[in-house]
């Protein structure tokens, strides 16, 4: 009858330098992606980047069954070298063998992120979405990302894995 359930807990995890989906960040750290915009005039023979196309951060397998419900929130704290981007971010199940099954997602355009305080809870920004702010490249931005709310159980032995991409 209510949503999330009373006895949910928000769980944090925080995005590591190293790709680990953890408790806590061992040492300041940071991560980069290059996202190419197909017909951006890119020629055909120009050198392979170095960078990947987006982000993953893994978990540690868990050792029991974990079963979880609610609201999802990511907080990301990223710089942008173009005017404006969209955040993809994907939540997935990862089984020990076997593909890995998306959970949920959220979007985010980032000259549209600013939230109404008024009404967000920690786990569930409400975002404006009515009037673009400036985002200023290269600048460190944090960004709340409201992903679609879920319940999932989780068997012993699987992991959880966030990819974050950009359009």
């Given amino acids: ?8 807990t928000l769980t944090p995890y925080n ?5 680990v989906l953890g408790d806590a960040e061992p040492a300041a750290g940071h991560r980069e992606y290059l996202h190419i915009l197909v017909g951006s005039g ?8 170095t960078l990947p196309e987006r982000l993953t951060w893994d978990t540690a ?14 907080t990301l704290q990223a710089k942008i070298t173009a005017l404006d981007t969209s955040w ?21 355009r980032a000259s549209l992120s600013e939230i109404d305080l008024a009404k967000s809870r920690l786990g569930a920004p409400v975002l404006y979405c009515r009037q673009p702010i400036a985002i200023v490249p290269g600048r460190a931005t944090t960004y709340r990302i409201p ?4 319940a999932r159980h989780l068997p012993a032995g699987h992991r959880l894995r966030l990819v974050i991409a950009s359009a």
């Fill in 147 to 150: 992903l679609v709310p879920n």
């Fill in 42 to 49: 890119e020629p055909s023979n120009a050198n392979a980047h």
């Fill in 88 to 108: 993809i971010a994907v939540l997935y199940d990862v089984p020990p063998q076997g593909e890995a099954v998306a959970i949920t997602a959220g979007w985010l």
């Fill in 61 to 74: 397998p868990v050792g029991e069954p974990v079963e979880f419900a609610g609201e999802i929130e990511l």
């Fill in 15 to 19: 995005l590591c330098s190293d790709a």
């Fill in 1 to 8: 009858a209510d949503w999330p359930p009373p006895q949910a």
